[in-house]
């Protein structure tokens, strides 16, 4: 094991994505994708992500992001470990006045280690200082362990249901909702 990943002293830091974070935030996705979605999507599909590619897209989007739309990164005693991006929730191709956590992901390596509330936490604190009201975002039904992850930071499903497709597979999602502000 990674004697920093046991070390009292390593350091865990916040801040916003730069350009230059790209192939290591794709890398965490993909890597991503493909421990927290086995077994609950095509295993084809998730073999045949490949951050490669998948860096491109994210340069795309990192540059063209509306307004509203932030992208933060966790350094783990300066390696990029984990990325967050939050923004107006997205009603069809409409933005609302509340929030959406977009995407949160982690490097399975650094799972459970306190990366993911680090920056959940942060964007968070951001939307809130925004003046949103509500912070939205989408879980895969069966992530169990995501679903416990959210509500632990104060987030609960809101009854909102939609299938997602993945490679012609319907795999349902539930909407979650957490107050922001004073409430």
Not at 3 to 17: G, I, N, S
Not at 44 to 57: M, N, T
Request: hydrophobic share 40%.
């Amino acid at each position: 094991m990674d004697e920093r990943l046991r070390a009292p002293f390593a350091t865990l830091h916040v801040r916003e994505m730069a350009l230059a974070d790209c192939p290591r935030v794709a890398e965490i996705r993909v890597r991503g994708w493909q421990t927290a979605y086995q077994g609950m999507m095509p295993q084809a599909y998730l073999d045949g992500l490949d951050p490669a590619e998948d860096v491109e897209r994210l340069r795309a989007r990192f540059e063209g992001a509306g307004v509203g739309v932030e992208s933060l990164v966790a350094e783990w005693d300066g390696d990029v470990v984990g990325w967050a991006c939050h923004g107006p929730y997205r009603e069809g191709e409409v933005r609302t006045a509340d929030a959406e956590l977009y995407a949160i992901y982690v490097a399975p390596d650094r799972l459970a280690r306190g990366v993911g509330r680090a920056l959940l936490r942060e964007s968070v604190a951001r939307c809130t200082a925004a003046g949103h009201g509500r912070m939205l975002l989408w879980v895969l039904q069966e992530n169990a362990s995501a679903r416990r992850f959210y509500e632990k930071a104060g987030f609960a499903p809101d009854g909102a249901e939609e299938p997602f497709e993945v490679d012609g597979v319907e795999v349902p999602e539930v909407r979650y909702a957490r107050v922001l502000g004073g409430s």
